[in-house]
């Protein structure tokens, strides 16, 4: 990865007595920025003394260092350095066991490496302990399940629940409308299975950055969304923390074959997982294991199971597009859209896909799913398909390892369910590209 001419961007953090971190950017430019975690304690991050001092450390350090990523550039790309990407960020953040974080550097950076790309140097110095009184969560050793108000959130909860699994919820949120739709999938949940859904929990991450432009791509969303649900878990007595991505999103292979290392999102990638479960027991009193219990299966075969439950209008209770919040309505032409419409098979909305993916943004979109789909269909059509993936997509041997570790399968059993699972994948775009590309003849008929 290149980091370019990019020099280090230093970020101290403070703690108000309002529990609000606020930083000054030291450089380039100096500005006040201040970090609200709304929702966790009731009370911003007001209430945070109330929290075991392991759990508000680990909220205290994953909302810290999502701020740097978020408000911290990446470098444009030049024609002296067309792959410039990496960025230099030094970040100082208060704890109240310092010694405790000093002792996990090692596994807190390797997480932030493999998730952003970026070289990290993170230290920590002493935070007067504020007094702890009670847990300001009831103790509820359940799981905690991830619902972002997407489609494979709600579709996993629902085939969670519908197993019989009691479970809370855990949404976080950085605007007004991802918290409505969030809303409205819970309660049509709540309506469905109110014995088993023991409760909600609500996150509003705010980054208030006066005159800073934000970083796009935000490559720590995974951490402080794993992070904040390991600290929710913990302080509720519980050991489990449950995402309910698909495997092909989870993974997620580079599209096109200009896309390297953390270009492509790895915000819930098996590795991932593996990384930030090794963080938590490095630094909190009660671990929490981190399920992905879907990563064999593909978004069809994830929403058509809870179609096949009696679910229906999945799609309006919730918002998968690269386009939302800004927009509130599916754009049919980002990648997303593609997947959502592939996995709902909703022939009535191709001639919109057709049209939105016939110039512009929507065409790139079309083209890099195709190009993905073609070098998978390549590989598996090899005599040995794993060796060939593998070497198409190294990415992959990433999955694999963590998955034998995590899934306590065999290496053969491992590479089998994975190049089974993009096979399916497969066959399951073929089809769905024919019938769009049909439809798209019969509208220029």
Known sequence: ???????????????????????????????????????????????????????????????????????????SATPEDPIAFGRRIAVRVPVQNPETWKRAGNELLGLLVWLTDDEWDVSFVSLSAPRYNQPSLVEDPCPVVLFSGGLDSLAGSIMLLAEDLDMVTLSISTNNRTTGVQSRGWHALRRGYPAQLKGRHRVKLEVDAPGVDPESSQRTRGLVCLGLGGAMASAMGGTELVTCENGIGAINLPMLEGQCGAMMSRNVHPGTLALATRLFGAVLQKPVLIREPFLFRTKRELVQGALSLGWTGLDRLTRSCDAFPRYDRPCFRCTSCLYTELALGNGDHYVHISHATSKGTGAVAWYAMEQQARRIGGCLSASHPWTAMTAEFPILQKAHDSVVSGWALSSEDAQERLVDLYRRHVSEWKPFAEAVLRSARERCA
């Open 1 to 75: 990865m290149s980091y370019g001419k990019a020099s280090t961007t230093v970020l101290e953090f403070s703690e108000s007595r309002t529990g609000v971190l606020n930083w000054l950017r030291k450089c380039p430019a100096q500005a006040d920025v201040a970090l609200s975690v709304d929702g966790l304690t009731k009370v911003r991050l007001g209430g945070i003394e109330r929290l075991r001092p392991d759990v508000a450390d680990l909220v205290r350090v994953v909302a810290a260092l999502h701020t740097a990523d978020c408000t911290v550039r990446r470098p």
